[in-house]
């Protein structure tokens, strides 16, 4: 990656900013807390597209104070001390201060994106294709993506944190195949052709027979899933809509082999976090420890209405956006299966390699997960292929499902998330599981 | 962007057109209100964006830039890749009204809060027993101008609000939404009374009645949603389309469905889109076949033709060509209530309880919704949670009637219908 330790924000005085917090005199009566952002994107569009290289550079302030149940956010695209006394001055609800107007002065973002890696990953697609002896139209989509973010509180100044990542989009005439990635070379040139190619061989398959089935869910799979039935399913304020959260602490939702744990700080290196995006300190956090409910997802507010929770989980998509408990990098403690033992777990199931989409609604404990394709499990080997395939069922029943965990994890991008319309990366590493009983349809 | 729309734009496309390139500039500035209420508590927020883009290049490198705040007159641009640019010519846009309200400020954190208020009041005189479990006030306005070296100069003034309302009782929830152009213009109870018999309906468990289907139009509406992107796109018209191409039966006799980026009163009104070309009036089925698609300038036969149909998310995106007011016409002689003791037996369909589903392959829709078992003209009970079920092909070719009413829902972009009374459509559970 390109820089990955240098500051997006270069000369920021943050011991002014937070005296400039301080003579707004409202942490009295809450949590003030501002944000600095930058973001930055380079995408190199499919060949054919109108208008090529595209860049993106902005940058912006927020101010957000918390009192009790109640909180206040302001934003703005521009990091003056003017843009500063503005949305202290709306968070806070007076008029002109008496204070003068903040003086920061921030200097220009040094991190220029990573251009040849971004131009070259076509070209190395291209061949890492044709060395599987496959050619098929394809669209792809290249993007390196920056967020630099810097939170200052009255009381304290966590370190400048950053996000940097690259995110692959194909458009294939078969559906759409994605991939997040924190590095862009032969292996992630390998790795998406070997995944393009499948689907390839799979796009005329039959459909899958509806009915109920075990299946045995590949690293990329159960990561998916396990991001919309237990991250998601525990995020305090999704538990939130049913009652208390802090009642689910303790309660049994799968086998005692079931250890999930949400950790931002064990990221693949340059998405790991120190602190979230309200500055504090994340948490290695076990959701499911020996299959009961540990520690829910939780952010300051939720924290503080329930205080057996703890913060250090609120995130947002950007400066406009609304801090929330949200999920980051999920992992499923290894088992002892060998993935030849998994599929003799669910022998007659089908093999799901990869998860395309998933939801869940937080009332209901319904889950959807889509899959491009599957393979039967036949003799204990992945056989022949299906087509699109929907997975359905209670989280209970997915969790209560599972009868056999792999040796092996596997990190990697989980795929972006879009809790209250506000797109996130998230990130995984999980080994395979087999789980019974869950219900297969058409997709 | 006070006054003159864009003389810096303009001086920038200036500076980049020389040796021959095409250039467009964009700038837009917007602020937005939103208070949101939900078990987790509340939250106010303000936000002001400001940013621009540039598309520079000729037809065979071309590069896109954007960034927040000013526009930059000395930007160092990135370096062009092998991708066409083409810009569209300047064309007079047709006289359009500016919508009333357009300039009003924006609700302040308190009427914004009373209108949660009095929403919940209303909704427990309505729903005794019913609770908000969540809300969101949303509103926003925007201004954008667009020069480009095709002679572009144009400026787009938006305003939007969205209310969105969760509401539950006995173990039974509705989402509803209302878009509107300002706070003033939703009406709680009549909101309140809506989400009541959703209510009402999903928790009845009559069984449907043989007979036609009456379609609500936030019902209606979806379904029109779920159709468009059949019918957007050069491809769409082909014989190989989704649709079975131009010519195509998509209808009875009645449907005419239209895009319509000026229509008068919607919600994202304007007199040109996001590329500067004059919004107007396309008709995509016309007497019940499919006309035309929704078609860019840049696919059109005749660009010169082609009405405006590309929307900007926002300054960090790139026009993309989608509908803007999608809508079946009604039937201006042809009163709702008319069309309720006309259908006799059957079933009266509220809203959809959730996404419209639809098989590509195959054509098959189906969607969760809401309603009432009729007979003899009157709602006998409510149907509890059904699947409706058909196929977007055919479904209107089923059309009896329609109402004079006509109601848009939000989605990616506005989508539109009249009360519709629709045979051949199945309630299976």
Redo the contacts between chains.
């Keep these: 990656m390109a820089s990955p330790i240098a500051t997006g924000f270069p000369g920021l005085d943050t011991a002014a900013v937070a005296r400039a917090l301080a003579l707004t005199g409202a942490e009295a009566a809450g949590e003030i807390e501002v944000t600095f952002e930058r973001r930055q994107e ?1 995408e ?2 499919p ?14 302030i ?1 101010a957000r104070l918390v009192e ?11 990091l003056s001390g003017r843009d500063l006394g503005e949305v202290l001055r ?1 968070v806070v ?1 007076v008029g002109p201060p008496a204070a003068p107007e903040p003086r920061i002065e921030i200097g220009a973002s040094p991190i220029e994106p990573p ?1 040849s890696a971004v ?1 070259a990953f076509p070209g190395r697609l291209e061949r890492a294709l044709r060395r599987r002896f496959a050619a098929f139209p394809l669209r792809l989509t290249v993007r390196w993506q920056r967020r630099d973010l810097q939170v200052v509180g009255a009381r304290m100044v966590p370190p400048a944190e950053r996000e940097e990542l690259f995110s692959l989009d194909v458009e294939l005439p078969w559906g759409r195949c994605g991939a997040l990635a924190t590095e862009l070379g032969e292996n992630e040139a390998e790795a998406l052709a070997a995944r393009l190619v499948a689907r390839f061989r799979a796009r005329e398959a039959p459909p899958p027979a509806a009915g109920e089935s075990a299946v045995v869910l590949a690293p990329a799979a159960a990561a998916v899933a396990l991001h919309e039935a237990v991250a998601h399913a525990l995020e ?2 999704l538990l ?2 049913g009652g208390r959260p802090d009642a689910s602490l303790g309660v049994e939702l799968g086998p005692a082999s079931l250890d999930v744990l949400d950790d931002p700080s064990g990221a693949p290196d340059g998405v790991d976090r120190a602190t979230d995006d309200e500055g504090m300190p994340v948490q290695r956090r076990w959701l499911l420890r020996g299959g009961k409910v540990d520690q829910p997802i939780a952010d300051r ?2 924290a503080r ?1 329930w205080p057996a929770l703890l913060p250090g989980s609120g995130f947002r998509s950007g400066r ?1 956006g ?1 801090i929330r408990p949200r999920t980051v990098h999920l992992e499923l403690l290894p088992g002892k299966e060998s993935t030849e033992a998994l599929l003799g777990l669910a022998e007659g199931g089908w093999w799901v390699p990869e998860i395309g989409s998933g939801a869940l609604d937080a ?1 209901s404990g319904r889950f959807v997960l889509e899959a491009p394709f599957a393979q039967r499990i036949s003799g204990g080997a992945a056989a022949e292929c299906c087509g699109r395939m929907r997975l359905s069922g209670r989280v209970a029943e997915l969790l209560a499902g599972v009868v056999g965990i792999g040796a092996e994890a596997a990190a990697g991008g989980a795929g972006w998330c879009a809790k209250g319309g506000e797109r996130r990366a998230v990130w995984a590493r999980v080994p395979a599981i087999a789980v019974a009983g869950l219900e297969v349809e058409p997709g | 962007m006070n006054g003159v729309v864009g003389e810096r734009a303009a001086e920038l496309v200036a500076r980049l057109a020389r040796g021959g390139r095409e250039a467009e500039v964009y700038e837009k500035r917007g602020r937005s209100r939103r208070i949101e209420r939900g078990p987790d508590g509340e939250v106010a927020s303000t936000s002001i964006e400001a940013g621009w883009a540039v598309r520079c290049g000729d037809l065979r490198r071309s590069f896109f830039a954007s960034g927040s705040d000013e526009l930059p007159m000395d930007g160092s641009w990135p370096a062009p890749t092998a991708h066409p640019l083409w810009l569209p010519e300047r064309r007079t846009a047709t006289p359009w009204t500016v919508p009333p309200g357009l300039d009003a400020p924006l609700a302040s954190e308190a009427e914004a809060r009373s209108l949660l208020d009095a929403l919940e009041r209303e909704l427990g005189r309505e729903a005794p027993g019913a609770r908000l479990v969540a809300a969101r006030f949303e509103e926003g306005s925007s201004a954008a101008a667009i020069a480009s070296s095709r002679g572009v100069a144009a400026r787009v003034d938006s305003r939007v609000a969205t209310l969105r309302l969760e509401a539950e009782r006995g173990g039974v929830r509705v989402t509803a939404e209302a878009p509107v152009r300002e706070a003033r213009e939703v009406r709680p109870a009549a909101l309140a009374g809506r989400i009541a018999d959703r209510l009402h309906a999903l928790e009845g468990s009559e069984p449907p009645r043989p007979g036609p289907t009456l379609l609500a139009a936030p019902l209606a509406a979806r379904l029109v949603e779920a159709l468009a992107p059949w019918l957007v796109g050069r491809e769409a018209g082909s014989a190989a389309g989704a649709v079975g191409g131009i010519g195509a039966r998509l209808g009875a006799e009645a449907v005419e469905l239209v895009d319509d980026g000026a229509l008068a009163g919607g919600l994202l009104s304007a007199p040109v889109d996001g590329e500067g070309v004059p919004c107007g009036p396309v008709r995509l089925i016309e007497a019940g076949r499919f006309a035309r698609p929704l078609l860019a300038w840049w696919e059109a036969e005749r660009a010169e033709e082609a009405h405006g149909c590309c929307r900007r998310a926002s300054y960090r995106d790139l026009p993309r060509r989608a509908p803007t007011h999608l809508y079946l016409e009604p039937d201006p002689e042809s009163p709702v209530a008319d069309l309720l003791t006309g259908s006799g037996s059957g079933s009266y369909l509220l809203d959809a309880e959730g996404g419209v589903r639809v098989d590509p392959t195959s054509g098959r829709f189906t969607v969760a919704v809401s309603g009432f078992a009729m007979a003899g003209g009157r709602a006998v009970g409510g149907l509890g949670r059904r699947r409706l079920v058909g196929d977007l092909r055919g479904w209107l070719v089923g059309l009896r009637a329609r109402g004079r009413d006509l109601g848009f829902v939000a989605g990616d972009g506005m989508f539109g219908s009249p009360t519709l009374l629709v045979e051949g459509l199945e309630l299976p559970g």
């Design positions: 380079l190199l569009p060949e054919g597209a109108s208008v090529g290289a595209r860049s993106r550079r902005e940058e912006g927020s009790g149940e109640r909180s206040w956010l302001a934003s703005r695209d521009g709306q609800r251009r131009e305090a304020d939130a809509r507010s939720s209405r406009h609304r009332d």
